[in-house]
């Protein structure tokens, strides 16, 4: 187990904005920063990170929490692993004390195939660099590619021995379960016999975005036409090609910078251009492009550069991924090289002022370049140009922003050379919904929109779950503040009547909120805000330098999200620029004591409508009893006027 000094050293040296950074694209905003949501698929941004809180929101999901829960919660790490994470991250020393069997046992399926991956890894490293076979094969193989020994192990590349159960057998000599060398399908198991899925290939191990290993590609050296030339680890619990991209982890940090994504199809092609010095660099790894993989790259820039080898074949099968792409609302130029050349030959060829200049001068908007590619082809026959139409538009159709939709379609028909009110009749066939605007937009007359006001059932509000929240709000907020607060209280004046007269008093305000609960003995119903209360109230009158930031580093992972969505409330309204509309949110600083009196009182009020409520329902089940149960009706529902003028003399 991780020691609570090492556990406190992380959460006071890692910084929110620095970790997340890492992850999401994030632009300052006031003293937050925000960016697009990493839960949600979005396109305009609703996740805000607060540095001086040391917390962040995702307004699209509703999640949030501290720099650990944000770990758990994107990369699916354990507590344990994102603690390790950050320890790496800032350098600092991890203190464990000695597991018990027990423990060892609870480990997760997911981190033992996390830690089955990393030795693998290691150990495929250690094949290539330290023995014969490793270095005559796997190590020549690499350096004809050109890759240099620090970019060899930058990548971590690495060799697996051309025996059948060379690997395996070690693991398991090293108490790796067999179990989980299957499941992470570094073994292959059949029946009572194993052996080695990599066997006698290089391999590039696969990372996710925060660097952990997933995965393997390996790609076979000798001439054995039944294997397949490259492989890859099949589908498991910790990896899933389709939301995976090969070096996302080097280069998320550029992409960010650069605000673009170079887009190519193998592993050597990224590896040969970080050698060179252009790291915004991403592969697919061979296989179609997703939404998912298009999605990770949106969270950093929403500019992606397509790079296509000098095939023409190859070329027109990866134009079906740019559809992909505009779907996702990204901007994509597309590049292509000289015939015969790759991106990996081309970037071993030439020097990286050479290589950024040839992308600079050769990238073009993927519409001028589908159009000249495609236009070659059809050249004079007019049914092949009517087909190269159509597959033009139906690109364009997937673009969901209407004004660059109706640019592009402007474009599309100088090209080539027919009325942009064709191309908008041709969008309207291809039947998409939400392109009919677009389609008006050209015509000289335009149709009354018709609205049709939907049926939209009334969300039931739960009153006490909103006052409870509120009174947790303010207790985390303003609970180590003094206040004057005013009561009415009951006086006997000098004829003998009894009248309301204000009182005031100084109190914390957590001191009042605590004597009113206790006075009233109102417990909270929901569970996290009940935990949450006394924590509060233990932690408020344990210190009276009760600071905001050690509590949020503190509070248990489970109530994190609940005690964010309070303290993130207003960061919201920053998401919009309101203030440039003259739009000026309420402060909530003004009038905690009314804030507090009012919350307690229109609690109180709630609970005694409850109770009629409840008494009502008594004399429907027992009459015998209506006259006691209409006492006490009448005792509550006078007792509910005077709080009310309490809460009219509030206002």
Request: hydrophobic letters at 35%; glycine letters at 4%.
């Given at each position: 187990?991780i020691?609570?000094?090492t556990?406190?050293e992380v959460?006071?040296?890692?910084?929110?904005?620095?970790?997340?950074?890492?992850?999401?694209?994030l632009?300052k905003?006031?003293?937050?920063?925000?960016?697009?949501?990493?839960f949600?698929?979005?396109?305009?941004?609703?996740f805000?990170v607060?540095?001086?809180?040391q917390?962040?929101?995702?307004?699209?999901?509703?999640k949030?929490?501290?720099v650990?829960?944000f770990?758990?919660?994107?990369?699916?790490?354990t507590?344990p692993?994102?603690?390790?994470y950050?320890?790496k991250?800032?350098n600092?020393?991890?203190?464990?004390t000695?597991?018990?069997n027990?423990?060892?046992e609870?480990?997760s399926e997911?981190e033992s195939?996390?830690?089955?991956?990393?030795?693998?890894?290691?150990y495929?490293?250690?094949?290539?660099?330290?023995?014969?076979?490793g270095k005559?094969?796997?190590?020549?193989y690499f350096?004809e590619?050109?890759f240099t020994?620090e970019?060899i192990?930058?990548f971590?590349l690495?060799?697996a021995?051309?025996?059948?159960?060379?690997f395996?057998?070690?693991?398991?000599?090293?108490?790796?379960?067999?179990?989980?060398l299957?499941?992470t399908?570094?073994?292959?198991?059949?029946?009572?016999?194993h052996?080695?899925?990599?066997?006698?290939?290089?391999?590039?191990p696969?990372h996710s975005m925060?660097?952990?290993?997933?995965?393997y590609?390996?790609?076979?050296?000798?001439?054995?036409k039944?294997a397949a030339?490259?492989?890859?680890?099949?589908e498991?619990?910790?990896?899933?090609k389709?939301?995976?991209?090969?070096g996302?982890?080097?280069?998320?940090?550029?992409?960010?910078?650069e605000?673009?994504c170079?887009?190519v199809e193998?592993y050597?092609?990224?590896?040969?251009f970080?050698?060179k010095?252009?790291h915004?660099?991403?592969?697919?790894?061979?296989?179609?492009?997703?939404?998912?993989?298009?999605r990770?790259?949106?969270?950093l820039?929403k500019?992606?550069?397509?790079?296509?080898?000098?095939?023409d074949?190859?070329?027109?099968?990866?134009?079906?991924?740019?559809?992909l792409i505009?779907?996702?609302?990204?901007?994509?130029k597309v590049c292509?090289?000289?015939?015969?050349?790759?991106?990996d030959?081309f970037?071993?060829?030439?020097?990286?002022?050479?290589?950024?200049t040839?992308?600079?001068e050769n990238a073009?908007?993927f519409i001028?370049?589908k159009?000249?590619l495609?236009?070659?082809?059809?050249?004079?026959?007019?049914?092949?140009?009517?087909?190269?139409i159509?597959d033009?538009v139906t690109s364009?159709?997937k673009?969901p922003?209407?004004?660059?939709?109706?640019?592009y379609?402007?474009?599309?028909?100088?090209?080539?050379?027919?009325?942009e009110?064709?191309?908008?009749?041709?969008l309207?066939?291809?039947?998409?919904?939400?392109?009919?605007e677009a389609s008006k937009?050209?015509?000289?007359e335009?149709?009354?929109?018709e609205?049709?006001?939907?049926?939209?059932?009334?969300k039931k509000?739960?009153?006490?779950y909103?006052?409870?929240?509120?009174i947790i709000?303010?207790?985390l907020?303003y609970?180590n503040?003094?206040?004057?607060?005013?009561d009415?209280?009951?006086?006997?004046n000098?004829?003998?009547?009894?009248?309301?007269?204000?009182v005031v008093?100084?109190?914390?305000?957590f001191?009042?909120?605590?004597?009113?609960?206790?006075?009233?003995?109102m417990?909270?119903?929901?569970d996290?805000?009940r935990t949450?209360?006394?924590?509060?109230?233990?932690?408020?009158?344990?210190?009276?330098e009760?600071?905001?930031?050690?509590?949020?580093k503190?509070?248990d992972?489970s109530?994190?999200?609940a005690?964010?969505n309070i303290?993130m409330?207003?960061?919201?309204?920053?998401?919009h620029?309101?203030?440039?509309?003259?739009?000026?949110p309420?402060?909530?600083?003004q009038s905690?004591?009314q804030?507090?009196n009012?919350?307690?009182?229109?609690?109180?009020?709630?609970?005694?409508d409850?109770?009629?409520?409840?008494?009502?329902?008594?004399?429907?089940?027992?009459?015998?009893?209506?006259k006691?149960?209409?006492e006490?009706v009448?005792?509550?529902s006078?007792?509910?006027m005077?709080l009310?003028?309490?809460?009219n003399r509030v206002?």
């Amino acid at each position: 187990m991780i020691s609570k000094a090492t556990i406190d050293e992380v959460f006071d040296t890692a910084r929110v904005e620095e970790v997340i950074g890492d992850f999401v694209n994030l632009k300052k905003s006031g003293s937050s920063f925000k960016g697009l949501s990493p839960f949600s698929d979005e396109r305009s941004p609703s996740f805000m990170v607060s540095p001086v809180k040391q917390i962040w929101k995702d307004f699209s999901s509703g999640k949030g929490g501290t720099v650990i829960s944000f770990l758990m919660e994107h990369e699916h790490f354990t507590y344990p692993e994102a603690i390790k994470y950050l320890a790496k991250k800032y350098n600092i020393e991890i203190e464990e004390t000695e597991q018990t069997n027990e423990q060892k046992e609870e480990a997760s399926e997911r981190e033992s195939m996390y830690l089955v991956s990393e030795y693998a890894n290691t150990y495929f490293q250690n094949i290539l660099h330290k023995t014969d076979q490793g270095k005559a094969i796997g190590l020549s193989y690499f350096k004809e590619r050109g890759f240099t020994p620090e970019t060899i192990k930058k990548f971590q590349l690495g060799y697996a021995l051309d025996e059948w159960q060379a690997f395996s057998d070690e693991a398991i000599k090293k108490g790796y379960q067999l179990n989980f060398l299957e499941k992470t399908g570094l073994t292959i198991v059949k029946e009572a016999k194993h052996f080695d899925r990599f066997k006698g290939r290089v391999l590039f191990p696969i990372h996710s975005m925060s660097g952990r290993v997933l995965g393997y590609g390996g790609r076979i050296l000798a001439n054995n036409k039944k294997a397949a030339k490259y492989l890859n680890s099949p589908e498991s619990e910790i990896y899933h090609k389709s939301k995976v991209l090969y070096g996302i982890y080097y280069a998320k940090q550029s992409i960010a910078k650069e605000d673009n994504c170079y887009l190519v199809e193998g592993y050597t092609d990224v590896i040969q251009f970080y050698q060179k010095g252009i790291h915004n660099v991403v592969s697919s790894s061979g296989t179609a492009l997703t939404p998912d993989q298009i999605r990770l790259i949106n969270r950093l820039t929403k500019n992606i550069t397509v790079l296509f080898d000098g095939d023409d074949a190859g070329i027109r099968a990866s134009l079906r991924g740019i559809d992909l792409i505009l779907e996702q609302g990204m901007n994509v130029k597309v590049c292509t090289f000289p015939n015969g050349e790759d991106p990996d030959s081309f970037a071993k060829q030439n020097t990286l002022e050479e290589l950024t200049t040839y992308l600079q001068e050769n990238a073009k908007d993927f519409i001028a370049y589908k159009a000249s590619l495609l236009m070659e082809e059809a050249k004079n026959d007019p049914v092949k140009k009517a087909a190269l139409i159509r597959d033009m538009v139906t690109s364009i159709s997937k673009i969901p922003d209407h004004i660059q939709k109706e640019i592009y379609v402007q474009e599309c028909a100088r090209i080539m050379d027919i009325s942009e009110e064709v191309l908008f009749s041709t969008l309207a066939q291809i039947g998409k919904k939400d392109l009919q605007e677009a389609s008006k937009l050209s015509k000289k007359e335009q149709k009354a929109f018709e609205v049709v006001k939907p049926k939209i059932a009334a969300k039931k509000v739960d009153v006490q779950y909103v006052l409870e929240h509120k009174i947790i709000e303010t207790l985390l907020l303003y609970g180590n503040r003094t206040e004057d607060f005013e009561d009415l209280v009951l006086k006997e004046n000098d004829k003998g009547d009894l009248s309301l007269e204000p009182v005031v008093h100084q109190a914390k305000v957590f001191e009042k909120i605590y004597l009113d609960l206790q006075e009233d003995e109102m417990e909270f119903t929901n569970d996290t805000f009940r935990t949450l209360y006394y924590t509060i109230i233990d932690m408020l009158n344990q210190d009276p330098e009760f600071a905001l930031e050690n509590f949020v580093k503190k509070v248990d992972p489970s109530m994190a999200n609940a005690v964010t969505n309070i303290l993130m409330n207003d960061e919201q309204y920053s998401l919009h620029d309101w203030e440039r509309n003259n739009i000026f949110p309420k402060a909530k600083t003004q009038s905690i004591s009314q804030l507090v009196n009012e919350t307690i009182l229109s609690l109180r009020c709630y609970l005694i409508d409850q109770k009629v409520n409840g008494f009502k329902q008594e004399t429907i089940k027992h009459p015998e009893n209506t006259k006691t149960v209409l006492e006490d009706v009448m005792n509550y529902s006078n007792l509910k006027m005077l709080l009310s003028r309490k809460l009219n003399r509030v206002l």
